[in-house]
């Protein structure tokens, strides 16, 4: 089914390639011999189009053959789109390059050379904006469980985890983990998060084919050779395809640290935390933005003062314990959105629990006054820990701010998440807060600690904005 699925995006982007390469040629005859850029053309050269069709027709074999043979209409993941459009460019300029050659033996293709000048620019453009759109679909396909890659991780340690918490935080690259392997007793059978525990090693040709497996991915151990062959073999006997992750003496991919010493390949360990500078800017850029925020919604902070007052009795503000950076403890400040006394009635409300792992929501909060469910419907009730970044104690991005009872529960593995400062949103509240398990947070939380850049802060800060005003998966 996923081989069908891959095989259609591949005719579908053929068939658009044809029309948009022979677009691209009728725009640059348009611009040639209508706008009549760059040379103007005299009455007694005007060509129709018509004669131009056997140039089109043979530049678009022509160049679907160069893009056939770069790879353009072979799936790969992780290809970006600016190497998409690279192969695009490259594509284009080899065979428009093989075109004018053609047409310098048989002049008689096209009288025009500047066209096929306006033809590699325009055909460049179309594609690669057909390329960025093509993106946009399966990605947003791919969130909806739409041609996504049914997948079984064998091995559930530290490899294993780096893998789920890459697809946890990139839905869009299509994998769909239906569970994993192992032949350790306490790791095959306890789940992370909605990654189901499937048993040993051995149950792996009846997973395959009772769940419809696509894609096996190894992440043992590199001692575990012979496992690891007989493994591939298996998937080779199942028709099913097998993948290795690479874990160099028993590192996770992200310590691993990949350069070359004049073609010599060296591989060395790189920081899992945020260097050092990159920490400075980051705290400079949440200090600029707390106090900038601090001063721009404080009329916004008297008017919710003011309907919390009203609402019910009570302090405007809600203090409480979190722990933040390193396993520090701070008082984290939030707007009051629960009846005075709600902690103590936590315990008589265990059984409505709806969260997993040591964490405690209801939906349906029976302790949530009526300002308080709107202001946690849109998260306003968060504005305050705007002081918190003020004052170093949390971020603007960052993981989820814990209280010490749940810290107490951390497996090792989760632990993890307290290496830097917690933020007012993050991973896991654009991917789907409240809604997720306890452990695919924490493999979020790590994920970004592991892969954090300037370019994932801002792609957070603007999935934040719809997902805040939409309320999803807030309560």
Request: proline share 5%; charged share 20%; glycine share 8%.
């Amino acid at each position: 089914m996923y081989n069908k699925y891959w095989r259609l995006i591949s005719i579908a982007l053929v068939l658009s390639d044809v029309v948009l390469i022979n677009l691209g040629f009728a725009l640059a005859y348009w611009v040639r011999y209508e706008l009549q850029w760059l040379r103007p053309v005299e009455e007694a050269y005007f060509i129709p189009y018509s004669a131009y069709l056997p140039a089109a027709a043979l530049l678009t074999l022509i160049l679907l053959l160069v893009y056939w043979l770069g790879g353009m209409y072979t799936p790969r993941r992780r290809t970006g789109w600016f190497d998409q459009v690279y192969g695009i460019f490259n594509g284009t300029t080899s065979g428009t390059i093989v075109m004018i050659v053609i047409n310098y033996v048989y002049p008689d293709i096209s009288r025009s050379r500047l066209i096929f000048l306006y033809a590699t620019v325009l055909i460049v453009v179309l594609l690669s904006i057909s390329r960025l759109l093509l993106r946009a679909v399966l990605g947003y396909l791919r969130k909806r469980g739409i041609g996504v890659n049914r997948v079984l991780i064998v091995g559930a340690g530290k490899v294993g985890r780096t893998v789920m918490r890459t697809i946890v935080a990139r839905p869009s690259l299509g994998y769909e983990i239906v569970g994993f392997v192992d032949d350790n007793p306490d790791k095959g059978s306890t789940d992370i998060g909605r990654f189901k525990a499937l048993g040993p090693v051995a149950n792996l040709a009846r997973i395959i084919q009772e769940e419809d497996i696509d894609e096996v991915i190894i992440t043992l151990p590199w001692m575990y050779h012979r496992k690891i062959v007989r493994i591939m073999s298996e998937c080779q006997r199942e028709q099913v395809r097998a993948r290795l992750v690479p874990d160099l003496f028993q590192m996770t991919l992200s310590q691993v640290d990949v350069d070359d010493l004049g073609g010599v390949p060296l591989v060395g360990i790189k920081e899992i935390a945020i260097p050092r500078w990159k920490l400075a800017a980051k705290r400079a850029f949440d200090f600029s933005v707390a106090l900038l925020g601090l001063l721009l919604c404080a009329p916004l902070f008297l008017l919710i003062a003011l309907a919390i007052r009203l609402d019910s009795p009570g302090p405007v503000l809600f203090k409480q314990v979190r722990v933040g950076k390193g396993g520090r403890e701070f008082v984290l400040y939030k707007f009051r959105t629960m009846r005075v006394g709600a902690e103590e009635e936590q315990a008589a409300l265990r059984e409505l629990n709806e969260a997993s792992g040591p964490l405690f929501k209801i939906r349906d909060d029976p302790r949530l006054t009526r300002v308080g469910k709107l202001l946690r419907r849109i998260s306003l009730d968060e504005l305050p820990q705007l002081y918190n970044v003020l004052r170093g104690e949390m971020s603007l991005i960052g993981p989820r701010p814990p209280l010490p009872s749940e810290v107490a529960e951390y497996l090792p593995w989760q632990l993890q998440r307290l290496e830097v400062s917690p933020g007012m949103t993050g991973l896991w509240q654009v991917s789907g807060r409240s809604e997720l398990t306890f452990d695919e947070m924490c493999l979020l939380d790590i994920y970004y600690i592991e892969n954090w850049s300037v370019a994932l802060d801002a792609e957070i800060l603007l999935r934040t904005l719809p997902k805040v005003l939409l309320g999803d998966g807030a309560y």
